[in-house]
């Protein structure tokens, strides 16, 4: 399966205090308070445990501790008690997911159908633990992924089981004879679950990009106009941005049309999108405004980067964590064959970003090569 490299960053707006007992980077901490990596997380688990059935041979990496109640795999609401961890070091241990909760995750649907992943993604949105938390607090990610050093390391490789699944279905498509119908469809099931993993981790990804540039799109612009002030409107550097399809689905936008009511019919459903900057775009619109304009675009973005912030006296570089989560989050989605597209990133040209994929092998391989590049994780 072809794998392509997504080039997002995350830009950390978002800063709490971490526990006396745990030191986290300001990028960890903002990601902790997300629930969506969960989703990415079960879905993970699922290609692993799919993974085994194949091939026996296959060494279990999310969650190997975590037994299920019938002492097989682990349900969603085992593995989200599994791996819970408290955000403050006297906080109450869940016993449960709330059983009275519809919004508890049963299994996956067929992930052709419109809303299949809003329902998804919604319904651990809504579930709680008996406690009351919602299912966005810390994660223990020696429970998660033994051997893993930090949160980075684990989102890492979190495509990888994905990534393995796929590879190994494909495998056993082609030394399938074309007669064995029973095993090339048990075989063919597998590809809904592929297709889940890849909406999840290109879900994450936008996000990610969403939130980084929303900010980042204000920054250059003021960049643009403090270091070169133009004297006329149209001269003016305009940061463009585009619009980025995600797995969510949401109602159609028809002002002709009178706001329905209850549940709204697959066919009036679309793409729902998030906006993130088109650098290309961007340097075609502009170079002609100001000389050398990507080369000066490189440059303010390279100011945004390295953005500092003090957080309870201690001034924290947004840069560093930016770099740890940059790549976690990209070598997660890429190994999970995801062909999906997200702008490109405006960055420096390097050998790592140029690098290319083709299995979880070479995923790994990236890793190995990001940390000799200075990406420790």
């Known amino acids: 399966m072809n794998m ?7 830009f950390i707006s978002f800063v709490q205090q971490s526990c006396a007992y745990r030191e986290r980077g300001i990028a960890e901490r903002y990601i902790s ?15 692993e445990g799919e993974l085994y059935k194949l091939d026996k041979s296959t060494k279990l990496t999310i969650a190997p501790g975590c037994i299920g109640a019938k002492g097989g795999r682990c349900s969603f609401d085992e593995l989200m008690l599994y791996i819970w961890a408290p955000k403050e070091e006297n906080a109450r241990k869940p016993s ?6 519809k919004h508890t995750i049963t299994g996956l649907g067929d992930l052709d159908k419109a809303s299949a992943f809003n329902t998804y993604i919604k319904n ?14 810390e994660i223990d990610v020696k429970k998660l992924m033994p051997g893993k050093k930090d949160f980075y390391d684990a989102l890492s490789s979190a495509g990888d089981p994905i990534g393995a699944l796929a590879a ?9 004879k074309p007669d064995d119908r029973k095993a090339l469809e048990q075989l063919k099931e597998k590809d809904n679950l592929l297709k889940w993993g890849e909406a999840a981790a290109f879900y994450v990804s936008a996000l990610r990009g969403k939130d980084q540039d929303k900010h980042r799109r204000s920054f250059l612009e003021k960049y643009f106009e403090r270091h070169f002030p133009a004297e006329e409107d149209k001269n003016k550097i305009k940061i463009e941005m585009m619009d980025v399809e995600t797995p969510m689905r949401q109602k159609k936008l028809n002002e002709d049309k009178v706001k329905q009511k209850g549940k709204v019919p697959a066919s009036e459903l679309e793409p729902q999108t998030v906006l993130m900057i088109d650098f290309t775009k961007t340097i075609e619109q502009n170079k002609g405004k100001l000389d050398g304009f990507e080369e000066k675009l490189k440059e303010a973005n390279e100011a945004f980067m390295g953005m500092e912030k003090t957080v309870n006296g201690k001034v924290e570089k947004f840069n560093e964590a930016h770099k740890k989560a940059f790549m976690a989050s990209k070598m997660a989605t890429s190994a999970t064959g995801c062909t999906r597209k997200i702008p490109r990133e405006l960055k420096k040209r390097n050998a790592l970003a140029e690098l290319s994929s083709r299995s979880p092998k070479a995923a790994k391989s990236m890793r190995v ?3 000799k590049l200075g990406f420790s994780m």
């Not at 449960?96 to 909760?101: A, G, L, Q, R, T």
């Not at 279905?169 to 082609?174: E, F, G, N, S």
Request: net charge positive; glycine share 4%.
């Open 168 to 176: 190994e279905v494909d495998k056993q498509k082609k030394a399938t």
């Open 96 to 101: 449960n997911v709330k059983p009275d909760s």
């Open 4 to 10: 392509m490299w997504f080039f997002l960053a995350i």
């Open 369 to 371: 090569k990001s940390q």
């Open 33 to 47: 308070l997300t629930i969506h990596f969960r989703g990415l997380y079960y879905i993970a688990y699922l290609a």
């Open 124 to 137: 651990i949105e809504k579930a709680r633990f008996n406690t009351e938390e919602h299912l966005s607090g």
